[in-house]
């Protein structure tokens, strides 16, 4: 019998503490067609969150980008606005409700608003619940094949699960035997998950 690796999951629901954030930023592109005209595209782009100048630049981790546009509703306009403008410039103060400035960056960052849009706290709330579930951890094959995965935090944050769906997405092979996805995702009665490694099949144990 293969040995199993164990490896201790980290917290859920505290993961998006250690997470890079990113925003949404609005480009403008000129380029030269092929019959030499100048031709101009705009595309919103994703890019990490950075915060300071120079050499003080650091990267924002997903909870201090969501405390920052909590406590600042000028920030959260401007952040909302680096989305679809090239040239945004924050406004020294925040014209817009609080309430629509919330469900706009939701509508931005989730893709949908769930809450009462007259709700300024459970706006909020939704805000928090979304950046906790944005979490990411990223492990590499205990056996030190190479094989590297990312996870995020399932939903009602008691472990983790893959990104990528598809590794564990039950599927049938050529021969008919079925599968659970391509790491054979197989959670445990006690909470834990065993999958293998897609590269060298070593077998993993992700414990609470």
Known sequence: MSKIFTVKMPDPARQYEKTPAYEYVRRKYEYTTLDG?????????????????????????????LDKLL??????????????????VKPVKATVQR?????????????KVESNPEDEKALENELK?????????????????GRHWEFKPTEDLKGFEP???????????LDGKTHNGYLEWTPQTDGSIVFKCDKCGAEVKLTV
């Open 37 to 65: 005209k100048t031709a101009v595209e705009y595309r919103t782009e994703k890019q990490t969150a950075l915060e300071g100048e120079g050499l003080e630049t650091r990267v924002l981790r997903l909870h201090e980008w």
């Open 71 to 88: 406590k600042d509703d000028t920030e959260a306009v401007f952040t909302i606005g680096k989305a679809v403008n090239t040239n945004a």
């Open 99 to 111: 309430k629509y400035i919330l469900a706009g960056l939701l509508q931005l960052y989730k893709g």
């Open 129 to 145: 619940s979304w950046a906790i579930r944005q979490g990411r951890w990223g492990l590499g094959c205990p056996n030190n094949c």
């Open 163 to 173: 990104v990528d769906p598809a590794a564990k997405t039950p599927f049938t092979d």
